[in-house]
C-alpha cells in the first residue's frame, strides 16, 4: 500500500513552485499574492484585502522575499512541521498552520513562527525538553529585531498565534 504524502511536503512543493513561477514565469506574481500592493501598510490600509481580495490573507503563505527567504523557511517548515504533524495528525496540523497565517498574514513567516509556537506548547505539555524550542524561538527572534526589513508583526503574530491554538488541541491529542 502506497503511503500517503505528508501535508508538510505538499505545503513545501506547493509554497516552492508558486516562488519558482513567480521568479521565471509570472513577474507579478508575488503582487498578486501579497497581503498588500503599493503603498504603505503600516496605517492599517491593506490594498486589496480591503477591496474585497481576501484569498491574499492566504497566499501571502507563497510570497517570498528572494531566495535565503525562501530557503529558510522551506527548511524551517520542513524541520517543525514534520513531527507536528506527526504528533497532532494532519487536521490539527492543518488548523495551527492555516490559523497561524491568517493571525500574523503581514509576511510569509507568520505560520512558520506558529509552528515554533505550537512546537513549544507540545514540548512542554507532553514533558519534552522544550528548552531546545525555546532557544531557537529566542534567536529567531533576535534576528526578527536585528535585522532591517524584517516585520516583527508576522513574527510574533504566528508566534502567539501557534500557542493559543495549540493548547485546546492537546486536549484531544491524535492515537
Known amino acids: 500500500m502506497k503511503e500517503r504524502q505528508s501535508l508538510t511536503t505538499s505545503l513545501i512543493v506547493l509554497i516552492s513552485g508558486c516562488f519558482l513561477l ?16 503599493g503603498g504603505n501598510y503600516s496605517n492599517g490600509y491593506f490594498p486589496g484585502v480591503s477591496t474585497g481580495q481576501w484569498y491574499r490573507l492566504l497566499t501571502v503563505a507563497l510570497t517570498h522575499a528572494g531566495w535565503l527567504h525562501l530557503i529558510f523557511n522551506m527548511l524551517a517548515l520542513y524541520s517543525i512541521g514534520t513531527p507536528i504533524e506527526n504528533f497532532l495528525g ?37 514533558g519534552a525538553n522544550y528548552q531546545n ?43
Open 22 to 37: 513567480g521568479e521565471y514565469v509570472f513577474p507579478n506574481l508575488q503582487s498578486q499574492l501579497a497581503l498588500f500592493y
Open 90 to 126: 494532519r487536521v490539527r496540523y492543518s488548523i495551527i498552520f492555516l490559523g497561524s497565517l491568517i493571525a500574523a498574514s503581514v509576511g510569509a513567516s507568520g505560520a512558520i513562527y506558529g509552528l515554533f509556537g505550537s512546537l513549544f506548547v507540545i514540548g512542554k505539555k507532553s
Open 133 to 175: 524550542i525555546t532557544g531557537v524561538i529566542i534567536v529567531n527572534l533576535l534576528i526578527t529585531f536585528t535585522v532591517p526589513g524584517i516585520d516583527w508583526r508576522a513574527h510574533l503574530g504566528g508566534l502567539v498565534a501557534g500557542v493559543v491554538i495549540t493548547y485546546p488541541l492537546m486536549f484531544r491529542r491524535r492515537t
